[in-house]
C-alpha cells in the first residue's frame, strides 16, 4: 500500500516568492496535517485539516496557508518566503476518528525548501 | 500549552549496549504519548505510543517505553541495540481533554542516538 506522498521532494525559491506544497494521504485516511521542521529542531505543528475543514491551527503567521480538497489530498501554501522559512515540510494522515486524538499519525518524507 | 523536553541531544553508544532516551512533558491536562524515529533524509515513523492501560509500552524494533505519571516522564529504552538504530529520535504528546483537542503532536527537539561498532 503506497504511504503518504509529498511533492516536490526539493525546492529552492528566492526571498519574497510564493510556494506550494502538496500531499497524498495514505487511501481512506480523511485527516491531514502538516509540521515545519527547522534543521536541528524538532516538527512544529502548522495545521490540521478533517474532511476539508480547518480542525487547527499553530502559531504560524498567515503568510502560511492551506487547504484539503474533495480527494482529502492537501496542499501548503506559503507566501511572501523569508529565510527563515527554510525547512523540511512534513505532511501527515491519519483516519480522522475520535478527532484524531489517540490515532496515529503517519509521515511524508517531506518537501524541503530552501529559501536565498 | 504542553511541552516536550529530550533531554539529551546526542547519545552515542556501542553496539549490543542498552540505551535510554529521556522525555518529559508537562501539560495541564491528560496526554497521549508517542515516540517517533527519523532516519536520514526521511519522514517520521511511530515506534510506540501511550495511550491508557499498562504503563509499560513496547514497539517496534524491540524498543519500549514506561509511561510514569508522577515524574511525568516517558523514556524510551533498548536492552541491545544495533548499527542500524542509528537515527534521530522524537518524543511527543497530543492532549486529549476537552471537545475541542485533536490530534496535534507536540514534538521535543529531538536526541541522535549514534550506534559505534
Known amino acids: 500500500d503506497a504511504g503518504v506522498t509529498q511533492s516536490p521532494t526539493h525546492l529552492i525559491k528566492t526571498r519574497g516568492q510564493h510556494v506550494t506544497l502538496r500531499c497524498s494521504p495514505i487511501?481512506?485516511?480523511?485527516?491531514v496535517s502538516w509540521y515545519q521542521q527547522v534543521l536541528g529542531q524538532g516538527p512544529q505543528f502548522i495545521f490540521q485539516?478533517?474532511?476539508?475543514?480547518?480542525?487547527g491551527r499553530g502559531n504560524f503567521p498567515d503568510r502560511f496557508s492551506a487547504r484539503q480538497f474533495p480527494n482529502y489530498s492537501s496542499e501548503l501554501n506559503v507566501n511572501a518566503l523569508l529565510l527563515g522559512d527554510s525547512a523540511l515540510y512534513l505532511c501527515?494522515?491519519?483516519?480522522?476518528?475520535?478527532?484524531?486524538?489517540?490515532?496515529?499519525?503517519?509521515f511524508g518524507p517531506g518537501t524541503r525548501l530552501l529559501v536565498l | 500549552a504542553q511541552s516536550v523536553t529530550q533531554l539529551d541531544s546526542q547519545v552515542p553508544v556501542f553496539e549490543e549496549a542498552p540505551v535510554e532516551l529521556r522525555c518529559n512533558y508537562s501539560?495541564?491536562?491528560?496526554?497521549?504519548l508517542f515516540w517517533y524515529v527519523q532516519y536520514p533524509n526521511q519522514g517520521l515513523q511511530l515506534l510506540l505510543k501511550?495511550?491508557?492501560?499498562?504503563?509499560l509500552v513496547k514497539g517496534i524494533n524491540g524498543f519500549e517505553a514506561e509511561f510514569n505519571k508522577s515524574q511525568t516522564s516517558f523514556h524510551l529504552r533498548k536492552p541491545s541495540v544495533h548499527i542500524s538504530d542509528t537515527a534521530e529520535y522524537f518524543c511527543?504528546?497530543?492532549?486529549?481533554?476537552?471537545?475541542?483537542?485533536?490530534?496535534?503532536?507536540?514534538f521535543g527537539q529531538g536526541t541522535i542516538l549514534t550506534v559505534h561498532p
Open positions: 511527543a504528546v497530543s492532549d486529549y481533554a476537552g471537545g475541542t483537542s485533536y490530534g496535534k503532536l507536540t
Open positions: 501527515a494522515s491519519s483516519l480522522g476518528l475520535d478527532r484524531g486524538r489517540r490515532e496515529t499519525q503517519y
Open positions: 501511550y495511550l491508557s492501560g499498562s504503563t
Open positions: 485539516y478533517y474532511e476539508k475543514e480547518e480542525r
Open positions: 487511501s481512506g485516511h480523511k485527516s
Open positions: 501539560s495541564s491536562v491528560s496526554v497521549y
